[in-house]
């Protein structure tokens, strides 16, 4: 925090309580009043810093708050930064000190963390966060968890054992309840996440989360693949926290956990680590099959240039983007050169006259094919996919490397694959 921008916030505090009733006048109260305490730490931390910075010699005292708002992120950031935190205590003592955001987007998740991690108060640790920060040679004793935190981008998934794991008694009371569904422990299970609107409008009403409806898909596109899997044996949950649509179908195998009051945040949990993958249109929940190093099939997914490239079992079918300049179906390069690789927002790709038209039902199905024969090992990769997949990432390469921001923020070693069938029939390449 600036500290200009205390000063704004203060003034506009005091302009919004003249207008406040008195619920609102004891919140906006409680929050002056814990500004006014972290204004007044601030003398009695900035000795610290300078006591940090003087035995850094002997052993790196950091700090560092974890991103727990958004489950993605307090999932995600957090297990890279262990990964990273157990490479560098090779070289040299480290001593952390966290604190966790005011938000916590998931109670279970808190509490696994932090059987692994010590959590200081957050008024305590901000105001010596803020003075680190303005005090030279700050980076150094700085954990840094930026909005790109959540990408392997050194491939230290792979090589590190999951931080987080569930307790045998955790394991026991997750496959009890798959019992009580007649679900054995032998019964292969697939997460199915698919991305509406529906949490963010009722979490957080006060923004408008308009700009990211081009991440949203429609769950009705997914029932053929979740036939699919069922006729394979497999059990289909489609999860969520708040949802738009009921998923609808006949099929015992296939569970809308998300809808049927079954759901909890333990379960969110267990059904990731129990998983023989999940299907994604990418939001925060896919991060937590990831921290059990679960494969991940994206589908729907965009932008490209943000393509989650780190696990060699990891598959993705991408958003058909259309030119509305001409109707046609834009190729990988068109799209790049167009400068539509890296948006974020739904605003930004009407602005470039382009509209993103969701994975079909089928294209789905095909990707999810290919994904259980390839976990089976009965995937036949023929030389027209390995020309294809080589020619996909050779122009991939050359797209993202024109890009305003650095690569090596986004992207390691790319070692996932596109979707035969949908490089193959597009002509995307």
């Given amino acids: 925090m600036k500290i200009n921008s205390v000063s704004e916030f203060l003034k506009r505090q005091f302009k919004d309580i003249k207008e406040l009733n008195k619920k609102a006048l004891i919140r906006k109260t409680k929050k002056l009043f814990l500004y006014f305490l972290f204004i007044l730490l601030i003398p009695i931390t900035l000795p610290i810093i300078f006591i940090i910075r003087i035995i850094n010699k002997f052993f790196l005292i950091r700090i560092g708050s974890i991103p727990s ?14 990964c990273k935190k157990n490479e560098l205590s090779k070289k040299i003592k480290v001593i952390d000190f966290l604190y966790l955001n005011k938000i916590i987007s998931n109670n279970f998740l808190k509490k696994k963390w932090s059987k692994i991690i010590n959590f200081y108060p957050r008024i305590i640790l901000e105001p010596l ?8 040679f700050s980076n150094k004793h700085k954990i840094k968890f930026t909005i ?16 987080l794991n569930l307790t045998s008694q955790e394991i ?10 007649g679900i054995k422990k032998n019964d292969k299970i697939v997460c199915l996440n698919v991305r509406d609107d529906a949490f963010l409008k009722i979490n957080d009403k006060s923004k408008d989360w308009s700009y990211h409806s081009y991440r949203d898909a429609n769950i009705e596109n997914f029932l053929e693949a979740a036939e699919y899997l069922a006729e394979k044996k497999y059990f289909v949950f489609r999860m969520g926290v708040k949802v738009n649509k009921k998923f609808l179908s006949n099929n015992k195998r296939i569970i809308d956990y998300a809808t049927n009051g079954m759901r909890t945040e333990f379960l969110d949990f267990f059904l990731a680590y129990r998983c023989e993958f999940c299907i994604t249109t990418g939001s925060g929940y896919d991060a937590i099959p990831q921290l059990f190093r679960k494969p991940l099939l994206y ?9 989650n490239t780190f696990n060699t079992k990891n598959l993705t079918i991408f958003r058909t983007h259309l030119s509305l300049e001409n109707n046609k179906e834009m190729s990988l390069k068109e799209i790049f050169s167009k400068g539509a690789g890296f948006i974020f927002s739904t605003q930004g790709f009407k602005n470039k006259k382009i509209k993103l038209l969701e994975s079909t039902s089928s294209e789905i199905k095909n990707a999810t094919e290919e994904m259980v024969q390839r976990l089976e090992n009965t995937w036949e990769e023929t030389e027209d996919n390995k020309n294809l997949q080589s020619r996909f990432w050779e122009i991939y390469n050359e797209c993202i490397n024109n890009l305003p921001v650095k690569i090596d923020e986004l992207h390691g070693d790319q070692k996932s694959k596109i979707g035969y069938s949908f490089l193959k029939k597009k002509n995307f390449i």
Avoid at 69 to 82: D, K, V, W
Avoid at 151 to 157: A, C, M, P
Avoid at 299 to 307: D, I
């Fill in 69 to 82: 708002s958004r489950i993605g992120h307090f999932c995600l950031n957090t297990e890279i930064y262990l």
């Fill in 129 to 136: 966060d803020f003075c680190n920060s303005i005090i030279p």
């Fill in 148 to 163: 790109f935190g959540d990408r392997d981008v050194e491939n230290l998934l792979p090589k590190n054992k999951p931080f």
């Fill in 172 to 181: 026991l009371e997750g496959e009890k309840f798959l019992l009580n569904m």
């Fill in 299 to 307: 589908v729907s997914y965009s932008p490209l240039a943000y393509l």
